[in-house]
């Protein structure tokens, strides 16, 4: 995949082309855009004519075709998940996201169980400890009873 551009821009035809579609757009290019019979420069008509070469070979094999196919699909996907992230961005801009957040995993929410945990059991050691050291605990702060 070169560029850009797609195989079967390149060969002028829709994606459901079939071979002997495939095989008359090529024919069509290939005398338009053989060095030998363009008007265009000699690197240029070259380079073209390889382009038109390598969409027909790849999209006139069906095994090809399909991974070809496939990774446009794919290529597609990526796009509008960038799509989709750039208008969070937006939107986090604007502070719009709750319509936008997503659930929390199950790991997030095993981590958010064990933070809890810990820090009920340590305010729960805590005043263990200071019932059986003989301290009293001080619900007012010692800066405010001065």
Known sequence: MKGEISYYKILGVNENASNHELRKAFCKLSIELHPDTTSLGIEEAKSKFQDVLEAYENLNNSNLRKI???????????????????????????????????????????????????????????????????????????????
Do not use: H, M
Request: hydrophobic share 45%; net charge positive.
């Open 68 to 146: 070809y196919d496939d990774k446009l699909k794919e290529k597609l996907r990526s796009k509008n998940k960038n799509k989709i992230l750039s208008s969070l961005i937006i939107d986090s801009k604007n502070q719009n996201l709750v319509e936008n957040r997503r659930p929390f995993s199950n790991g997030e929410l095993f981590s958010l169980f064990l933070l809890f945990i810990i820090i009920s059991i340590s305010l729960i050691c805590s005043i263990f400890i200071a019932s059986f050291t003989g301290k009293e605990l001080d619900t007012i702060p010692i800066w405010l009873v001065k």
